[in-house]
């Protein structure tokens, strides 16, 4: 369950801001979407690896 304290006089829209953010991180939309539909294992390592790849250009190019 997801609470998200409020102090007095915070208007709904940070409310609501908060609640989506921390929704986000819990990853539940994620999870879901990969349930809809069945993906191979081997499927799936191929995506991480150009991933990691990905990543690890973007590192490098930054230094």
Do not use: H, N
């Not at 609640?19 to 390592?45: C, D, H, M, N, Y």
């Amino acid at each position: 369950m997801i609470v998200v304290p409020l102090k007095e006089g915070e208007s709904i829209e940070k409310a609501l801001k908060k609640f989506k953010r921390k929704f986000e991180k819990t990853g539940i939309v994620k999870e879901l979407r990969s349930r809809q539909a069945f993906s191979k294992p081997s499927v799936e390592k191929r995506k991480q690896r150009i991933r990691a790849v990905y990543v690890q250009q973007l590192q490098q190019a930054e230094d």
